[in-house]
């Protein structure tokens, strides 16, 4: 018989794993994939990445997919490898995007869009989406053919940048700014994954069009360290983010948040 304290043990132990796939998606986002598949794996969840310098959380991109940008000592040693390179994997970890409606209004920010990668590969054209999307600037949008291309075809997508250049012909303004060229419909739900600062408006200007807070899902991905539970330093009140999380409705969320500085909103 196996003990429980023991198998729990065995969930962190790193699974090795072959790089088979490369791709630049910007100066420093790169999105590499691995040869061992994770078919159980949710939109929405993550992984722990591991290298010699260390072990970071990553959304998932799709069941072999990992998309995130060089920030850091692990983060850059990661984004160093290349094809034929191992890297270590645990997980899948925490839960995942809501996928009981038939329509969604997603906001994603910057390097958020990852696990929305995941959900629109598995969603898009069975379901009802209007995808909306900001970066900073037009060399900083992540997954551009994806964006421009692919995902039109099966989706209503609205790309936006906070500052143009002379050869951007689209949209320019925060994310939710686009907000206004959309009309919410009745039992619809809200997706949204980004900076904080970003997330909050977002929140607001959702309900102030009249959703309801226990359709609105936020991706509140932070401090996480050991993705289970153990080391307690993602809580955000009562809840671990890698446990519970990283998927909250604003409506089980949000007096959590307005303790840590969020404006009580809905």
Known sequence: MIDKGMAKLETLIPLRSRIVSRKEESLDTVTLGFDRSLPSAM??????????????PISLAGENLITFKRVGRTTGKLHGLGVGDFIGIRGPYGNSWPSKYDSYVILAGGIGIPPIRFFMDRYAGRK???LLYGARNPSEIIYRELLMEEWPRKANVLVTVDRGD??????????????NKVKLRSGEAALIIGPEVMMMHAVKDLLGMGMDPGDVYLSLERHMECGVGFCGHCNI??????????????????????????????
Request: contains cysteine; negative net charge; proline residues 5%.
């Open 43 to 56: 939109p929405g969840q993550f992984i722990m990445a591991s290298t010699t310098d260390g072990e970071v």
């Open 128 to 130: 009802d989406i209007t």
């Open 166 to 179: 002379e050869g951007w012909r689209g949209n320019v303004g925060v994310v939710t700014s686009l907000l």
């Open 237 to 266: 009140g009562k809840h671990y983010v890698c446990v519970d999380g990283p998927i909250f409705s604003y409506k089980e969320i949000k007096g959590e948040l307005a303790r840590e500085g969020w404006p009580v909103i809905g």
